[in-house]
């Protein structure tokens, strides 16, 4: 047994003895889930987000994320993870009701896509806040191509209860502040999801496939399995591999965020957002007066991060 291993078990024979371990279960969770919605043809929808579920700017539980087609869902915090998932459901079916001879995509990988220019940006009205959102949007296409960002994910948000954090603190008898001791432990989840994490897509991935027309003229290394679809044997998530939804200029960018410390990752993106980028700079910030990026930096703003796990 490693000193890891045994510090760990210490940890949760401890925790059972002050019966902190059922305070776990108070935490709270929430979802993000994104959906294509496709047209009758089998190819992204062309029509805009419907007005009839709402804004996507203020509506706080359907909005859209890089395209007018990429429709986001979103439950409120909640202590089961039984009721986020029901809450899901009938945000699902309340859209799925209102459209008009479309679907809703189910898997991560795209459906039929005729290159970046069929696919519509995500709208967000002429106020300042809509007009950032999509302008952000916008210099994500100029950046990593548009194909890319219509790989649909699902985003798990989790908080600790607050009834544990005392406990927890009194057990571990921390020389930090509680806020600190909080963040520091936190800081610990994020490194440890990024060690063991893969093992949740490649336990319960569902996506080996990919449809050809996701590739354009691009050459891929995949197997054929018909006339339109291309797969990987073992894959069980392709949007989580080599392919997927990554931000591939990143290492060349000089972008690392720190995971040392919520101080250390907070300065790292804070350097992020205000360092230019030469490469960013040759796209333009302004071009024949419509707004290609928010700004030239090595990150437009923070969400453009892209990792497995966030603080």
């Not at 496709?38 to 203020?58: M, N, R, S, Y």
């Not at 959102?133 to 960002?149: A, H």
Request: aromatic residues 12%.
């Amino acid at each position: 047994m490693t000193e890891l291993d045994a510090k760990l078990e210490q940890r949760l024979i401890a925790l059972r003895k002050d019966n902190a371990a059922e305070k776990l279960s108070g935490g709270l969770r929430g979802l993000e889930k994104e959906s294509l919605r496709v047209a009758e043809t089998g190819g992204i929808a062309q029509t805009p987000h419907p007005q009839c579920i709402g804004a996507a700017l203020t509506n706080p539980w359907i909005t859209t994320d890089y395209s007018e087609a990429l429709t986001e869902f979103i439950t409120p915090p909640m202590v089961s993870s039984e009721d986020a998932l029901c809450f899901l459901q009938d945000v699902q079916t309340f859209v799925y009701r209102r459209l008009q001879n479309e679907k809703l995509w189910a898997t991560s990988m795209p459906c039929i896509l005729q290159g970046g220019s069929n696919i519509p940006l995500a709208q967000y009205g002429a106020s300042n806040a809509g007009t950032m959102k999509t302008v952000y949007r916008r210099g994500l296409g100029y950046r990593y191509g548009r194909v890319m960002q219509v790989i649909s994910g699902v985003h798990f948000n989790y908080s600790v209860a607050e009834t544990f954090w005392q406990v927890y603190y009194k057990l571990e008898n921390s020389a930090l502040s509680l806020q600190a001791f909080r963040n520091d432990s936190y800081m610990g989840l994020v490194r440890n999801l990024q060690r063991f994490g893969w093992l949740i897509p490649y336990l319960m991935g569902a996506s080996p496939a990919v449809c050809q027309s996701f590739f354009g003229d691009k050459l891929t290394e995949l197997d054929v399995f018909d006339n339109s679809t291309y797969y990987e044997p073992y894959a069980t998530s392709l949007r989580m591999g080599d392919i997927g939804y990554q931000n591939s200029k990143e290492e060349g960018l000089g972008i690392k965020a720190s995971y040392d410390s919520l101080e250390n990752y907070v300065e790292s993106l804070r350097c992020a957002i205000s360092t230019p980028a030469a490469l960013w700079e040759n796209i333009g910030v302004v071009v024949d007066g419509q707004w290609r990026q928010l700004n030239a930096n090595i990150l437009q703003i923070e969400n453009e991060y892209y990792s497995t796990v966030r603080p």
